[in-house]
């Protein structure tokens, strides 16, 4: 894909980036060989980490090189780029502004010069050969301090819209817990259901894409909805099933992650019903449905007493595992099966109106960043 020119106003051109900046390599600094200081320290992705010297004193934009390809951060102050980015020196400042140059490599989209494969990235030459468009230096001024008030206003506003986002979830959480909070009587999860874990694979068997007659759920394949991804499944084969047979989990079970990322429950669907359940997780299978709810046993575990139960909240020191003698003593606020359904449909009807006012959020913020990429695309064109 070729980069696509346009016509310029008078007194603008287009001149290759090599006339105007050099791009330097960054010098790897392994996380174990810095020495805590002032000095931010640049990845692909932007800061990394901090250190005592600096590799460029200079302002300057660093550029993904690997990773997060083309992605350009603006450091101010003297600062280390790593081996992964490149780091930019403008050959003369009156001839090009550096927040001007910025705003061009934060909006540029590198796909036409990437290199792709298994490890993608971009060649300096490549990019130094693109063409660049030039206005004079007063004019880059003009542009740059426009650019900055619009850009800081639409920033603004998209950290508002997302900030209600983060607002209208923390309400859901609140409403959640406070429901579970109203209910007095408690009976232990061992008394309700049967707490039972997964199984790993025999020794030196291995997961396969092939489909088979059975699939094996992975704690990877949870999702933060309750619920499993179904594009990445594994299978095995019928002879290892008929080793592990005996761990199995049922659509109408509860799952939950007991290592890795812990306590993330939720249902299998019913193409997935009677598939085996990996030893990183545990099945919770009730055992009388006129007493507990598969849907009220799921919203308690979302609420922050579970978390507190299960030991999830502390923060402090990580939690290698849940013990299913610690998961089976969790304690569940209880009512009767008729109050149990009326407060899943109370939670469900809230849920639904909250999603509907995020969705209408996040199309907001969505407009903001495309009259963001508007703008920038006028202002090299000259049109802003």
């Not at 320290?41 to 600096?54: C, F, L």
């Amino acid at each position: 894909m070729e980069q696509v020119l346009y016509s310029l106003p008078d007194g603008w051109n287009y001149q290759k980036l090599k006339t105007l900046i050099k791009m330097h390599y960054g010098k790897a600094l392994k996380a174990a060989d810095r020495i805590e200081g002032e000095v931010p320290v640049y990845g692909s992705n932007g800061v990394v980490g901090s250190h005592n010297e600096h590799l460029w004193d200079q302002p300057t934009v660093v550029i993904g090189r690997k990773g997060s390809v083309g992605e350009a951060n603006l450091a101010y102050t003297p600062s280390w780029t790593i081996d992964t980015a490149y780091y930019v020196e403008i050959i003369d400042h009156e001839v090009l502004n550096l927040m001007y140059f910025y705003y061009f490599a934060d909006r540029f989209d590198v796909s036409s010069i990437s290199q792709k494969g298994v490890k993608p990235g971009i060649n300096r030459n490549d990019y130094l050969n693109l063409s660049f468009p030039l206005p004079p230096l007063n004019e880059q001024e003009r542009i740059v301090e426009k650019l900055d008030a619009l850009l800081t206003r639409i920033d603004t506003a998209i950290e508002h819209l997302q900030e209600s986002v983060a607002l209208k979830s923390s309400l859901l959480q609140s409403a959640l817990d406070g429901q579970f909070a109203a209910i007095t009587d408690r009976m232990t999860i061992e008394s309700l259901t049967e707490v039972k874990g997964g199984k790993r694979l025999p020794k030196g068997e291995k997961l396969s894409d092939e489909e088979t007659e059975h699939p094996y759920i992975r704690v990877a394949d949870f999702t933060d909805k309750g619920t499993i991804d179904l594009s990445d499944i594994k299978y095995i084969s019928k002879k290892i099933h008929e080793q592990i047979k005996r761990y199995v989990i049922s659509k109408d079970d509860l799952y939950i992650s007991i290592a890795g990322t812990i306590g993330k429950t939720g249902f299998v669907p019913p193409e997935l019903d009677g598939a085996n359940l990996t030893e990183n997780a545990a099945k919770l299978v009730i055992k009388d449905k006129q007493q507990l709810d598969l849907n009220y046993l799921y919203l308690f575990t979302l609420t922050s007493d579970f978390s507190a139960q299960a030991g999830l909240a502390t923060k402090t020191v990580a939690q290698p595992k849940l013990a299913l003698t610690r998961l089976s003593k969790i304690e569940i606020p209880m009512s009767s099966l008729g109050e149990q359904k009326a407060l899943v449909s109370t939670i469900e009807t809230l849920k639904s109106k909250i999603h509907d006012a995020e969705e209408v959020l996040l199309g907001k913020i969505e407009d903001l960043k495309s009259l963001k990429a508007s703008i920038l695309d006028s202002a090299f064109k000259g049109e802003l």
